[in-house]
């Protein structure tokens, strides 16, 4: 069974920082690119961040590049972490964020390229 388990979301002032962690389990997510989008109340989901399946190459929405990290842990049991060091965080940064895995080759650039996703978790940035 596929599962996308997200933690560490939680209320933060301006400025301040959080690290969202992604546990991947069920399939070969090593082998894939994952990523973080997100979805504030009445508006789309959008993309925050991806990175490859080796992590060398790191992708971001140019509304968080610069105070956002993408990192991922591959272990040899194929088990995968994804993290997300948020920074610098703002009230524009409120919303449910949502871990994912792409399901073919390639690093996503955009919410639509990722094929599975986790149940999200709340961030919620107070001015």
């Known amino acids: 069974q596929v599962q996308l388990v997200e933690s560490g979301g939680g209320l933060v002032q301006a400025g301040g920082s959080l690290r969202l962690s992604c546990a991947a389990s069920?399939?070969?997510?090593?082998?894939?690119?994952m990523g973080w989008s997100r979805q504030a109340p009445g508006k789309e989901r959008e993309f925050v961040a991806a990175?490859?399946?080796?992590?060398?190459?790191?992708?971001?929405?140019a509304s968080v590049k610069g105070r956002f990290t993408i990192s991922r842990d591959n272990d040899a049991k194929n088990t995968v972490t994804v993290y997300l060091q948020m920074s610098s965080l703002k009230p524009d940064d409120t919303a449910v964020y949502y871990c994912?895995?792409?399901?073919?080759?390639?690093?996503?650039?955009?919410?639509?390229?990722?094929?599975?996703w986790g149940q999200g978790t709340q961030v919620t940035v107070s001015s």
């Open positions: 990175i490859s399946w080796s992590g060398d190459s790191t992708y971001y929405a």
């Open positions: 994912a895995a792409m399901t073919r080759g390639g690093i996503a650039t955009r919410v639509s390229d990722f094929g599975s």
């Open positions: 069920g399939r070969t997510f090593s082998s894939y690119a």
